[in-house]
């Protein structure tokens, strides 16, 4: 250690551009010019600056830079989702990351684990750190918080589910219309018994698929059973708990509707835990990795998670270049992906 350098692990103060202009020999305002890649400072004085940077560790605050431009950006947008872990949540992450990578903005995440407060708290966090804009899945049922940071230029666009209380864009997939599609599929197999495992109804996409599980059911005359109903929550644990009750009933279910990734994976878990993976029929909604490599494969309704991040990603860049038209939703269509648990017919033995 140097004199007066200070000890491994102590506080010391972040170098300033002072300091750098006067190792360099040069006016802060050179240095300034620098870091801003001003094109016309010679090339052997950016040399020098870089180099006494790079021996005094110095880095440029680009939150202090952002408030210097006329424009008030600071290239940084945040991202809120119910769980990065989740293979939705990851997909759709990186799908609005590498739209921000090319126009050199970078993306903040963080979870939400379904909690309106944590919402609450990390928008704010993000916006006290002047991000340009706000991607969303909402936890909340009340967006109107966001109303004043909305009105001094934040911009917003909510994903999977529309905001509440607030006028702002948000991208969505046809939960509904996907739910229903599920079920025909199975009600083709054969099959009546057909239960509904679900995260919990007070979830907007939840309710938006339970409402199409009726639907179908309504629409071929099939009497509503709420022994087949489980609003699980988006657990494997919870939904292994209710796949075993719903194939234990006197008239147990011959085919399974699970609403979300997670509660398939459980599912699926269960099915293979009591040998009846091949006797009872299986349609997840949303894919997951692997899903196409088990025995049976598990067919899934897959939403189109890089047309949503790229819708989304695109309709907040345009707002940040100026655009001024009224809120929108846009709703992404989803797809049967057959793989062969959602084919089993009713009546299929299972093995010994």
Not at 68 to 74: E, F
Not at 310 to 318: D, K, N, Q, S, Y
């Amino acid at each position: 250690m140097t004199q007066g350098e200070p000890p491994s692990g102590a506080s010391r103060s972040r170098p300033t551009m002072r300091e750098v202009a006067a190792l360099a020999g040069v006016a802060i305002k050179t240095v300034s010019r620098v870091v801003n890649e001003v094109p016309t400072v010679d090339p052997a004085i950016v040399a020098r600056v870089r180099d006494a940077a790079d021996r005094l560790g110095y880095r440029p605050n680009l939150t202090a830079s952002s408030l210097r431009r006329g424009d008030g950006r600071t290239s940084m947008i945040g991202m809120l989702v119910e769980d990065a872990a989740n293979p939705f949540s990851a997909a759709l992450t990186r799908t609005v990351e590498d739209a921000a990578r090319e126009r050199g903005v970078l993306v903040l995440v963080g979870s939400l684990d379904e909690n309106p407060d944590r919402e609450r708290e990390l928008a704010r966090a993000l916006v006290d750190r002047r991000v340009d804009g706000l991607v969303i899945v909402p936890a909340g049922h009340d967006h109107s918080y966001l109303i004043s940071e909305q009105r001094s230029g934040t911009c917003l666009v909510f994903v999977d589910r529309e905001p509440s209380l607030l006028d702002a864009d948000s991208v969505v997939s046809d939960n509904r219309q996907g739910a229903i599609t599920a079920v025909d599929h199975l009600l083709k197999a054969g099959h009546r018994r057909i239960a509904y495992l679900g995260d919990r109804a007070t979830i907007s996409t939840a309710a938006q698929r339970f409402d199409g599980y009726r639907h179908a059911l309504e629409l071929a005359h099939i009497a509503y059973d709420d022994e087949l109903v489980h609003h699980a929550g988006a657990s494997e644990a919870a939904a292994i708990a209710a796949s075993e009750r719903v194939l234990s009933l006197p008239d147990p279910a011959t085919a399974l509707f699970t609403s979300q990734n997670l509660v398939t994976i459980g599912a699926v878990r269960a099915l293979r835990t009591l040998g009846l993976e091949r006797s009872v029929a299986h349609v997840g909604f949303d894919d997951f990795p692997l899903a196409d490599i088990l025995s049976p494969g598990v067919s899934v309704i897959a939403q189109d998670t890089e047309q949503v991040g790229r819708t989304a990603a695109e309709i907040l860049f345009r707002r940040l270049d100026g655009d001024q038209s009224p809120a929108r939703t846009v709703t992404v269509p989803t797809r049967l992906i057959e793989r062969g648990s959602g084919e089993i017919p009713v009546g299929r033995p299972g093995r010994d």
